[in-house]
């Protein structure tokens, strides 16, 4: 049985940092490439960023240069380094996985997903 499991998500305020993390199990993780991806009340779930088998990683534009994806496959565990946040990155985030190299930025293209994780961001 595969299973994501999110932590680390919490209430922060504006210019802070958090750092998520997303446990997998039932699956070889080496094989996946993972994905971050959140959703605010209200609005469509949106990509955060990637990270391929070989660690290699993507974001979107509204968190570059303030999100970093990291993995450690020892660990089965996929992380999301939030620095700068700001009221909008307020949202349910969301790790998923996909057992490809990369992954892209569709949220069609992930096979397993966490059960998310709440962070808000006060101002």
């Known amino acids: 049985q595969v299973q994501l499991v999110e932590s680390g998500g919490g209430l922060v305020q504006a210019g802070g940092s958090l750092r998520l993390s997303c446990a997998a199990s039932g699956l070889t993780f080496a094989s996946y490439a993972m994905g971050w991806f959140r959703q605010a009340p209200g609005k469509e779930r949106e990509f955060v960023g990637t990270i391929s088998r070989s660690s290699i990683t993507y974001y979107a534009d509204s968190v570059k240069g303030r999100f970093t994806i990291s993995r450690d496959n020892a660990k089965n565990t996929v992380y999301l380094q939030m620095n700068l946040l700001k009221p909008e990155d307020t949202a349910v985030y969301y790790c998923?996985?996909?057992?490809?190299?990369?992954?892209?930025?569709?949220?069609?293209?992930?096979?397993?997903w966490g059960q998310g994780t709440q962070v808000t961001v006060s101002s």
């Open positions: 998923a996985g996909v057992p490809r190299l990369y992954a892209s930025s569709s949220s069609n293209e992930y096979v397993y």
